[in-house]
């Protein structure tokens, strides 16, 4: 009872935290979502603390904040769009300052650092393309209707799974998810997909949010089953305890990593 009471209890006050932060201005949601990469970053490089390689932790969320702030400004309209190419060399800092750590594993420090910036800090960092119009001007409704999709598909897939689960998904990796729950999500987040067309952002025409429902389905699976594959190879129940009785920032934000980029490529090529 007490469990339920402080996951109930953490659950509302850190969705408070997100949505005020996003409704109050770009500012709070740039230092809410900054925040979240980097606490991601450390629960990430720790998981790799038993296993005798040593990303380099501070250059990898230096870098991190580089790419974050880049992001923010040209979706701000302060920086122009081919600020983006300054970025790609950043990545090489990650080789050449292994070269002067004298650690053990250098190939693996170097490959856990360059797949933290790859798997959190880079799909974070385009948030900001999700949350800054085209005219620069910051309007949150997309993130907020892809969280809608994420809760949804993720609250059908529990309760289909609890009332009809059989057959598993992905038994290997985890054990818990069944195909008659991903499917029930799925059905769920198109009808969600529905009422942001109807209701919410009837804008964008409703076969597309269909579309990107489905989108948002696959990825956030996908994100969820990678984040699970880190955690039994490193033998953890969660990233952390940041969050009590939510388990960590990456447990929390799993499904978004792989979701952000599939949504905003589909908006940058279809709408």
Avoid at 257 to 266: E, G, Q
């Amino acid at each position: 009872m007490k469990n339920l009471f402080v996951r109930t209890l953490t659950g509302i006050a850190f969705t408070g935290v997100v949505i005020g932060s996003l409704l109050l201005s770009k500012y709070t949601f740039g230092v809410l979502f900054l925040f979240v990469m980097l606490v991601g970053l450390h629960e990430f490089f720790n998981f790799f603390k038993n296993a005798e390689i040593s990303p380099n932790r501070w250059l990898a969320k230096a870098i991190a904040v580089v790419f974050f702030i880049t992001f923010f400004l040209v979706g701000s309209g302060v920086l122009p769009q081919i600020s983006y190419y300054c970025l790609i060399p950043i990545f090489l800092l990650v080789f050449i300052c292994e070269l002067y750590r004298k650690k053990r594993f250098p190939f693996e420090n170097m490959a856990a650092g360059i797949l933290g910036l790859i798997y959190i800090a880079l799909p974070l960092s385009m948030i900001s393309l999700m949350v800054f119009t085209p005219k620069h001007e910051y309007d949150p409704s997309l993130l907020f209707a892809l969280f809608a999709l994420i809760w949804t598909y993720d609250s059908g897939a529990y309760l289909f799974g609890m009332t009809f689960g059989r057959h598993r998904l992905f038994e290997r990796i985890s054990p818990k998810k069944s195909w008659e729950g991903a499917v029930g999500g799925a059905l769920s987040a198109v009808a969600a997909s529905w009422a942001i067309a109807h209701f919410f952002m009837p804008s964008i025409a409703l076969h597309h949010w269909i579309v990107l429902s489905i989108i948002t389905v696959i990825s956030a699976t996908f994100g969820d089953l990678t984040e699970s594959l880190f955690k039994r190879q490193f033998n953890l129940k969660d990233s952390s305890n940041f969050l009590p009785g939510h388990g960590g920032i990456l447990d929390r934000f799993d499904s978004l990593f792989f979701a952000v980029p599939s949504v905003v490529l589909y908006f940058k090529l279809f709408i």
